[in-house]
């Protein structure tokens, strides 16, 4: 990526030429601070459509917040949403599709967030740490008892989270395909009846997670909440096969996932492109081991 100068409405902003194997293949704004005229949270935006389909313009905003004496340092979620939104970057600028509406954003929703969650794992990976995060005066490296630390918290009451995580998933899915309840009780009989059957802690008094959940009615998850969980389970996949080669940034892995995934687009359906990168169909395992729960 090669920094180039432009006039813009903040400082902050910083726009990149993209190459690969020196040709180019796209514009990349970075614009991570907080300022006030933003809306809150993070995220990644396209705008080849805007252009004639003709230059691909990939956008990163997120709301970062610069310390008053200058200095600005980033938690681990920060780097991790960082990351994130880079990965969704990539999708968009090392697709083949000539059609953005064919491209990145707009592959099916089961893997939309697996190039972003997926390079989330390197954040918390020692080698990777080792090289980017540092004390910000003396340089040292993140201390090993601090990465056993993360390693603890990281698989800390996975289980029940994943049953939540399920429980929602299936309200979802009754919600949306059972046919609309004739009556607020027999609606809370639905609900009620999916966490008794989903989850292991008995239901606390007042349970009404549908009268809140905003993701499955006006959030653009409706039937799609499952898509979250999906995708990790996809990622971890692909992570494990970094892992299983020895080489965190293997060039060999990272060419196979860009060519039959990253920049497939909708060449394919997903189960075809995940079958063309793993050999066989997506599996849990590598999920539950990420998670703990397995070895
Ligand atoms: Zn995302």
Same mark, same amino acid.
């Given at each position: 990526m090669k920094k180039i100068d432009?006039?813009?409405?903040?400082?902050?902003?910083?726009?990149?030429?993209?190459?690969?194997? /020196?040709?180019?293949?796209?514009?990349?704004?970075?614009?991570?601070?907080?300022? !006030?005229?933003?809306?809150?949270?993070?995220?990644?935006?396209?705008?080849?459509?805007?252009?004639?389909?003709?230059?691909?313009?990939?956008?990163?905003?997120?709301?970062?917040?610069? /310390?008053?004496?200058?200095?600005?340092?980033?938690?681990?979620?920060?780097?991790?949403?960082?990351?994130?939104?880079?990965?969704?970057?990539?999708?968009?600028?090392?697709?083949?599709?000539?059609?953005? !509406?064919?491209?990145?954003?707009?592959?099916?929703? !089961?893997?939309?967030?697996?190039?972003?969650?997926?390079?989330?794992? /390197?954040?918390?990976?020692?080698? /990777?740490?080792?090289?980017?995060?540092?004390?910000?005066?003396?340089?040292?490296?993140?201390?090993?008892?601090?990465?056993?630390?993360?390693?603890?918290?990281?698989?800390?009451?996975?289980?029940?989270m994943i049953l939540t995580q399920n429980t929602y998933a299936m309200m979802d899915m009754k919600l949306h395909s059972e046919g609309v309840p004739v009556s607020e009780s027999q609606l809370d009989e639905l609900v009620i009846h999916n966490y008794t059957k989903n989850s292991l802690l008995p239901m606390w008094d007042i349970y009404s997670p549908h009268t809140t959940f905003t993701h499955i009615f006006d959030g653009g998850y409706a039937a799609g909440y499952y898509s979250y969980m999906w995708a990790e389970i996809i990622e971890k996949e692909v992570w494990k096969a970094f892992k299983d080669s020895g080489d965190i940034f293997s060039k060999e892995v990272s060419q196979k996932f860009l060519d039959d995934i990253l920049s497939a687009g909708t060449t394919k359906k997903a189960s075809e492109l995940f079958r063309d990168f793993f050999w066989r169909d997506v599996q849990i395992d590598a999920f539950l081991v990420e998670k703990g729960l397995i070895n």
């Open positions: 432009i006039l813009s409405y903040s400082h902050d902003v910083a726009v990149y030429e993209v190459y690969r194997k /020196w040709e180019f293949i796209s514009y990349f704004f970075t614009d991570y601070f907080y300022n !006030d005229l933003k809306r809150p949270g993070a995220w990644a935006n396209m705008m080849r459509e805007r252009f004639g389909e003709k230059q691909k313009i990939v956008l990163n905003v997120c709301n970062f917040q610069k /310390w008053a004496d200058g200095v600005t340092l980033l938690t681990l979620s920060d780097v991790e949403t960082m990351f994130h939104e880079f990965g969704h970057a990539t999708h968009e600028m090392l697709s083949k599709s000539e059609h953005s !509406d064919l491209s990145g954003f707009h592959v099916e929703w !089961d893997f939309i967030e697996l190039p972003s969650q997926l390079l989330e794992n /390197w954040c918390r990976d020692k080698v /990777w740490m080792d090289r980017f995060a540092r004390h910000y005066k003396t340089g040292e490296k993140v201390p090993d008892h601090m990465h056993e630390k993360m390693k603890k918290l990281d698989s800390f009451w996975n289980g029940q």
